[in-house]
C-alpha cells in the first residue's frame, strides 16, 4: 500500500520534482535521472528558488532554503523525500 | 588563426548595455572606466612572453577580445564589430618587475599598486581596447597577474571561464577558438526581442514601477549623490583561514542555504554599511542592493563573452537591519516574491530598452527613478573562485579573487568569493568616499556577523 499525504504519494512527489527539473529549470541531457547529483546538473541559487516555488505551487508547501542541505539536494529522489516531510509536518 | 566561424558582428545583450550607461557616466564624471578586475596570485613558474604570446593567439581567433564596439551607421544597439578586430591591437600584456618582497601567506601581501591604476584607467572600446594584463613579477619568480576589461566583455563567471580555457588551450587540452564557438554562446547571440513587442514593453514597464516604489524610501549611499571629481578606486582583500572560513560557511548555510548563502553574504554587508552610517550620525531612508543572477543555461556549457546576468533588487529600511537574522528573513522574503512575480524577467526586458537608448539617457533615467542614487552599494557573491584550477600556465594559483569598480553613486561595493578553504571579501570603494577607520569600522562589522561574534 502506498502511503499519502496532502494528496501526494512518494513516488508521485519524486515524479514532479524530475519533471519540473528536466522540463523547466535545468538544460540536461537523457542520462540524467531521479538520482542524478542536482548542484551537478547545474542547479543553482535562482533555480533552487524558481524549484521550491513550482513546488508550493503544486503541493502547497513552501520548503524554506534553510532546509536544502547537501543531502537535500543529492537528488530529486532526496529533495521529494524532503519535501514530502514537510508536507507530512505541515 | 581567424576563426572561420566568427559572425562579422555580435550584438551586445542588454546587460552589456545596461553596464555601458555606467561606463558612459564613469567615462563623463570620472575620467576612467567601468572596469571589472581578476587578480591571480601565483607561485613561480609563469614565463610572461609565452604568455603574451597565448594572448595574441587568443585575439585572434576569438575577434571579440578586440572588437571595436558601436552603433551600426550609428544608430540601432551597439554590437562588437569583429570584422575590423584585425585592425585593432590585441589585448596588451603589460610585465612590471617588483622589489617589495613577493607573496607571503592568503590575503597578507598588498595588492601591486599597478592593479588600481588600471582599475582606474580609461579604456578605448571604439578602438577595441577592451582587456588589458598586468603581471607583477617578484624577485622569487613569484607572481601576480591581473586581467582588467570593460565590463561588457565578460561577466563573472565568462571571465573566470575565459582564464581557465586560457590556460587550457596553453595546455594543448582547447581549441584556439573554442570559447567562442560554444553552443551557449551561439545560442546567447540571438537577438532579444524587438523593441516593438509590447510584452516586453509591458514587462519593462513593470520593472519601473516597481523600482519607483523603492523611491518612497530613497536610498543613500556611503559616497552621496553623483560627486563630479575624478574617481580614485581602491581595494581592500580580507582572506579568511580556513577554520575561520568553515565557520562562515557553516552559518551561512544554516542561515540562508546550501545554495543561497549569498543572502547571509548582502546582510552583513547591509549591516556593515549601516554601522558606518551609524558612526557618522546618520540615517539613510533605507539600504537598495542590485544582487546579480546568473541567466546562463544551467547545466549546459556556459559562454564566455559578454554578460548574461540580470539583477534581484532588495529594499530594507533602518529598523529592519538591527538583526542579522531577521534581516535574512527579510531578504529571502523579498527574494522569493521578485522570482514568484517575474521581476528578473522584467528587469531583463528593461535592461534590453538599454540597447537603443543613449546611454547617458538611460543612466539618467535610472538615477531620476530613485531620486539622485542608484543604490546604496553594490554586492555580488560568486561562489568557488576559478574551481578545480590549482596551476595557470605552469605557475601554482595560491590566492585570488574578482574585483569590481563602481561608479559613484553609490561609490562602494562588496564582492565575496571562496578560493578552495578560504574566504575572500574584496571591498571596492572610492577613496573620498570612506575614511581609514570607517574601512576599519566596516570590516569589523562585515567580518563579527560572518563569524557570529558582533
Known sequence: ?90 | MTSSRAPDAIPLTGADCFLRAFDAEGRRYNGSSHLAQLVLRLGPGLDPETLGARIVEAAAANPVLSSPIGRRFGVGAPEYRTRQAPRCAPPRLQVHRADAPAWVAPGAAPVPPVFFERLNDRFDPRRGDLLRLDLVVYPDAAADLAFTWLHMLFDGSGSERFVAWLDAYHRGEAGADAPSASDAEIRAKQPPIPLGSRDRGQQAMRWQGFVRGMAQHPPRSLAGGRRRVPQDLRYRVVTLDPARTRVVTERASALAGFLTPMLFYLAASIRAHAAVFQARNQQPGSYVVPLPVNLRAKGGVGATFRTHVSLVWFQVVPEQVGDLEELIEELKSQRRRVIKEGLIEAGTAAMDFARYAPSRVYAAMARRTLRGELCSFFFAYTDQFLPGLDHFFGAEIRGGFPAPSVPASPGSGAIVCLRGDRLNFTHVYQRSALHDDELDCFRDRFIGDLLGSS
Open chain 1, 1 to 90: 500500500m502506498t502511503s499519502e499525504t496532502a494528496g501526494w504519494t512518494r513516488t508521485a512527489l519524486v515524479e514532479r520534482v524530475f519533471s519540473i527539473l528536466r522540463d523547466d529549470l535545468l538544460d540536461v541531457g537523457v542520462d540524467f535521472t531521479p538520482q542524478s547529483n542536482l548542484v551537478e546538473a547545474g542547479l543553482d541559487s535562482l533555480a533552487v528558488t524558481q524549484l521550491m516555488l513550482a513546488i508550493e505551487e503544486s503541493a502547497g508547501v513552501w520548503v524554506d532554503e534553510s532546509l536544502l542541505t547537501p543531502e537535500n539536494l543529492e537528488s530529486a529522489e532526496s529533495l521529494a523525500a524532503c519535501v514530502y516531510d514537510q508536507l507530512a509536518s505541515a
